[in-house]
């Protein structure tokens, strides 16, 4: 079985699939800076981070919602890899408008997720991952993807 959610401690499951092609393209445009979008308990949040961290970019969240009084274990971790965590009232997070502040040539911007042309790229990569698998591993008879969206017809 390949189990992507122990692919990576913290840029686990389709996270680092979907920011690898951000992150290349981030620097090839030469960004020293990654901005992105999500909630109080959003692993996407927590793995750009970390993700940041280790490219030596900066990265700043913007957080749907008021900032509670204690952060959530997942924008305690965020902080720790030294995001930047910026709360805005969740009427305004819907317009996905970034802060005038951080419009310029050196910030990149990732949609909320991972979500985009870039992300839905990256998310291809499992595919030809598990016929690696396959053909080197074992012998697959199925593959299932688990997901924790919710959507409805």
Not at 82 to 110: C, D, H, W
Request: charged share 20%; aromatic share 14%.
């Amino acid at each position: 079985m390949l189990r992507l959610d122990k692919f990576h401690p913290i840029i686990s499951g389709n996270k680092w699939f979907k920011s690898r092609y951000y992150l290349e393209d981030a620097k090839l445009k030469r960004c020293d800076t990654i901005v992105t979008f999500g909630g109080a308990f959003s692993n996407h949040i927590v793995a750009t981070s970390f993700a940041c961290k280790e490219n030596n970019l900066k990265s700043i969240g913007i957080i749907r919602g008021e900032e509670p009084q204690q952060l959530s274990h997942t924008l305690q971790a965020a902080k720790a890899f030294g995001m930047e965590l910026l709360f805005i009232e969740r009427s305004v997070y819907k317009t996905k408008q970034i802060p005038n502040i951080y419009q310029n040539t050196a910030t990149y911007i990732i949609p909320e997720g991972g979500y985009g042309k870039l992300g839905c790229q990256g998310s291809a990569t499992i595919y030809h991952l598990c016929f690696w698998y396959r053909n080197y591993n074992c012998r697959l008879n199925r593959i299932v993807f688990a997901s924790s969206k919710n959507y409805r017809h």
